[in-house]
Nanobody, 124 residues
Framework: QVQLVESGGGLVQDGGSLRLSCTAS????????MGWFRQAPGKEREFVAA????????AQSDSLKGRFSISKDNADNTVYLQMNSLKPEDTAVYYC?????????????????WGQGTQVTVSS
């Protein structure tokens, strides 16, 4: 079984920054892609970013480029999402996910494991 645990969410003012973390445990992840998604109330789950386990390949939502970035630390099986210049419309539950494979993917249904989510609220 795979466990993904997100942390780092919270309340931040418009223009602020947060760094989310996702720690994976339960098996080896050398052939997994790690991704971040978000879901706002009443909206569909939206792709944010993904990274290969080696860290050499990434994919990112075009609308979030320049403000959000994904990175990872293989030493402790942790993936990070750095979020800068946050806006009220970034308010959502942010989910970490893991997908078998080598290439980052933006399609939620390709992900096999999901974390419980962490709430990010940006106040205006």
């Amino acid at each position: 079984q795979v466990q993904l645990v997100e942390s780092g969410g919270g309340l931040v003012q418009d223009g602020g920054s947060l760094r989310l973390s996702c720690t994976a445990s339960g098996r080896t992840f050398s052939s997994y892609v790690m991704g971040w998604f978000r879901q706002a109330p009443g909206k569909e789950r939206e792709f944010v970013a993904a990274i290969s386990w080696t860290g050499r390949s990434t994919a990112q939502s075009d609308s979030l480029k320049g403000r959000f970035s994904i990175s990872k630390d293989n030493a402790d099986n942790t993936v990070y999402l750095q979020m800068n210049s946050l806006k009220p419309e970034d308010t959502a539950v942010y989910y970490c996910a893991a997908a078998r494979g080598l290439r980052p993917t933006a399609t939620p249904k390709t992900y096999d494991y999901w974390g419980q989510g962490t709430q990010v609220t940006v106040s205006s």
